[in-house]
């Protein structure tokens, strides 16, 4: 079976086999399959079930202009103005930061953005906030892996939520919890995503400081 079959891909394999795909292909994502994708999200946990979400798709090439350019002023802040300084201090590695690079400058030819977004806790102070919905988006990602359709958790455009929140026609008191641009990728693979050894971020029973 292909990996592409969802079929094919036992649960396990989907979760090591799903980095982050930032050089994505503008071809198109058929209704059926990002509504069955969107229907893989939604069976994610929230605190009491309130499911006091909503996930805004977004196609339209103006509203995506837009949040790009925003984007692409926080990928400037944070990463692009600081390019050579990050690459000589080793803290990305280099195919990270120009995967990353590209898709800051690519943003909108992802044919799908899906908005992940919590209804109601603008002011919220509660640190576990997220709780209730980055596990859903997480499915998403896993379940669009499953159609071969790659992903990225995003947040550079965070500096613009007012803006964005106002194009979107999100209520005042909602807060967009990522952006994630969708899409067939163009290059790269299904590789297992790279992370500290299991024994240095394991604990039995408490904590302990390891140098
Ligand atoms: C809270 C959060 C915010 C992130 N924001 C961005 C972002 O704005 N742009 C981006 O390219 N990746 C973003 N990422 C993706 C991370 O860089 C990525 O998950 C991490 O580097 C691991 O990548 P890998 O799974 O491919 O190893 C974000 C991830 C998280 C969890």
Request: aromatic share 8%; hydrophobic share 40%.
């Amino acid at each position: 079976m292909s990996p592409e079959d969802p079929a094919g891909l036992s649960l396990l394999e989907g979760l090591h086999s799903t980095p982050a795909r930032r050089y994505l292909s503008a071809e198109p994502i058929g209704d059926d399959v990002l509504r069955v994708i969107l229907d893989a999200a939604v069976r994610g946990p929230s605190g009491g079930n309130s499911q006091r979400w909503a996930w805004i798709v977004v196609r339209d090439t103006a509203v995506k202009r837009q949040i790009a350019e925003w984007y692409r002023e926080g990928w400037e802040h944070s990463y692009g103005s600081r390019r050579e300084q990050i690459l000589a201090s080793g803290s990305m590695s280099p195919a990270n930061f120009r995967a990353a690079e590209h898709l800051a400058h690519h943003l909108e030819e992802a044919p799908v953005w899906v908005f992940p977004v919590l209804l109601g806790p603008a002011r919220s102070r509660n640190p576990r906030l997220g709780s209730s919905i980055y596990g859903a988006v997480q499915q998403l990602m896993l379940a669009a892996r499953a159609h071969g359709i790659g992903s990225t958790l995003t947040t550079l455009y965070a500096a613009h939520e007012d803006g964005v929140r106002a194009l979107l026609n999100l209520p005042e008191d909602a807060i967009t919890m990522a952006l994630v641009p969708l899409g067939y990728p163009a290059r790269g693979r299904w590789a297992q995503p790279k992370r500290r050894p299991l024994d240095e971020v394991v604990f039995q029973e408490r904590y302990e400081e390891r140098s």
